[in-house]
């Protein structure tokens, strides 16, 4: 096993950072790994906001749900969607490119590209020995991030990834097993065999929370996802979207 695998295996989301901020060479070496990453067609569709004002950073909390580690960290990254520099190509090139990037296809690929940025840049950071965690709750209102962090149309913040010296890091929580994610040349459809990797994998996240709180908690990943779900949250962001001229195709 090599330095990379141990990396990769050993990522926490770190929520307690060190009042230390990053160097300006680490943040270039971050945001150099995220570019450095596949990107589909070249279209490199996304562009990264890196905060350090404090304020625009509690503001960011609060937005996020008062996530105390989204104001407090080593520096706080911005991953977004961005077809706005293809348009502005378009004028200059003197090509029609607006049907293309107001189709789902290309809204999809901005998606994949500043997700592929964003691990690249998580396992730099890690690689670093930085913590990273990633905060998809400044979604919760992106007019008022929009509004904030001054982004046009056709580019829409995605979410956020905190950085810094980790002050604690807690105990890796248990993924889904191999043979429930892995299929081998087909899509596993056997309903009984899947539902009961489910319930195995509850005794295993069950067991995980009644260490980790001392028997204060011992439920499944399976009832906590059907929580979640019940709950409609973020169901305004179609609009959203569509709002910024993305995906109306």
Same mark, same amino acid.
């Given at each position: 096993?090599?330095?990379?695998?141990?990396?990769?295996?050993?990522?926490?989301?770190?929520?307690?950072?060190?009042?230390?901020?990053? /160097? !300006?060479?680490?943040?270039?070496?971050?945001?150099?790994?995220?570019?450095?990453?596949?990107?589909?067609?070249?279209?490199?569709?996304? /562009?990264?906001?890196?905060?350090?004002?404090?304020?625009?950073?509690?503001?960011?909390?609060?937005?996020?749900?008062?996530?105390?580690?989204?104001?407090?960290?080593?520096?706080? =990254?911005? =991953?977004?969607? +961005?077809?706005?520099?293809? !348009?502005?190509?378009?004028?200059? !090139?003197?090509? @029609?490119?607006?049907?293309?990037?107001?189709?789902?296809?290309? =809204?999809?690929?901005?998606?994949? @590209?500043?997700?592929?940025?964003?691990?690249?840049?998580?396992?730099?950071?890690?690689?670093?020995?930085?913590?990273?965690?990633?905060?998809?709750?400044?979604?919760?209102?992106?007019?008022?991030?929009?509004?904030?962090?001054?982004? $046009?149309?056709?580019?829409? $913040?995605?979410?956020?990834?905190?950085?810094?010296? $980790?002050?604690?890091?807690? @105990?890796?929580?248990?993924?889904? $097993? =191999?043979?429930?994610? *892995?299929?081998? !040349?087909?899509?596993?459809?056997?309903?009984?065999?899947?539902?009961?990797?489910?319930? +195995?994998?509850?005794?295993?996240?069950?067991?995980?929370? @009644?260490?980790?709180?001392?028997?204060?908690?011992? +439920?499944?990943?399976?009832?906590?996802?059907?929580?979640?779900?019940?709950?409609?949250?973020?169901?305004?962001?179609?609009? *959203?979207?569509?709002?910024?001229?993305?995906?109306?195709?």
């Amino acid at each position: 096993m090599n330095e990379v695998i141990t990396t990769l295996l050993n990522h926490r989301s770190i929520r307690l950072f060190k009042d230390e901020q990053l /160097s !300006e060479e680490q943040i270039k070496t971050i945001v150099a790994c995220a570019q450095a990453t596949s990107t589909s067609s070249f279209i490199q569709a996304y /562009s990264i906001i890196g905060i350090k004002d404090k304020e625009k950073k509690r503001k960011l909390a609060e937005i996020a749900g008062n996530q105390e580690y989204v104001a407090e960290n080593g520096h706080l =990254f911005i =991953f977004c969607a +961005d077809l706005r520099r293809h !348009e502005l190509i378009g004028e200059m !090139e003197g090509k @029609d490119v607006q049907a293309s990037i107001e189709s789902t296809e290309k =809204f999809m690929v901005t998606l994949i @590209d500043a997700a592929l940025a964003a691990q690249n840049a998580a396992i730099a950071a890690e690689s670093m020995g930085l913590g990273i965690c990633y905060i998809g709750g400044i979604r919760n209102n992106l007019e008022a991030v929009k509004e904030l962090l001054k982004t $046009p149309d056709r580019v829409i $913040p995605l979410f956020g990834m905190t950085v810094g010296y $980790p002050v604690k890091i807690n @105990d890796q929580k248990p993924r889904l $097993p =191999f043979e429930h994610v *892995y299929h081998e !040349e087909e899509y596993e459809q056997d309903k009984e065999l899947y539902l009961r990797q489910i319930q +195995d994998y509850n005794q295993v996240i069950s067991q995980y929370y @009644d260490q980790r709180t001392n028997g204060k908690r011992k +439920d499944t990943w399976s009832a906590q996802m059907a929580n979640m779900l019940e709950k409609q949250t973020r169901m305004y962001m179609k609009e *959203y979207v569509q709002k910024n001229k993305m995906d109306l195709r």
